[in-house]
């Protein structure tokens, strides 16, 4: 998740720049438009496959451990919140000792 979020940034601080100069070169009205396309295109876009590529490679971590059913494991970032360690399907930091129960919120969400 980490990565997502940083090239996601190193994308807004190449873009930025380019989005400034071509305001130089465009009418104003085409301007917002291909400013537009670009930080989608450039920013969004790239960072929703990553982000979707990412919840393919966690799906089974995430669906189908004994971690995916406790209230200390962020999805998100596929972490223990607790021990922060990255749990797999191998590898569960706490062997099961440290396990407690999603409140039911949680597991309607
Ligand atoms: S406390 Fe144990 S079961 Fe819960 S998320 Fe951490 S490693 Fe997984």
Redesign the pocket.
């Known amino acids: 998740m980490g990565g997502i979020i940083y090239w996601g940034l190193i994308r807004t601080a190449i873009i930025i720049p380019i989005i400034w100069g071509l305001s130089s070169y465009l009418d104003y009205s085409l301007w917002w438009s291909v400013s537009f396309l670009l930080i989608y295109g450039v920013i969004l876009h790239p960072a929703i496959i990553q982000y979707n590529l990412f919840r393919e490679h966690n799906k089974d971590i995430i669906e189908a ?3 995916s059913s ?4 962020d999805e998100t970032a596929v972490l ?4 922060d ?1 990255h ?1 797999s399907r191998e590898y ?9 129960p999603k409140s039911k919120a949680e597991i309607l969400e």
């Not at 406790?70 to 494991?73: E, G, V």
């Not at 223990?80 to 021990?83: E, P, R, V």
């Not at 569960?92 to 407690?100: D, T």
């Open positions: 451990t004994l971690c406790c209230q200390y494991f223990c919140t607790k021990l360690e749990p569960l930091p706490c062997e099961g000792q440290s396990w407690e």
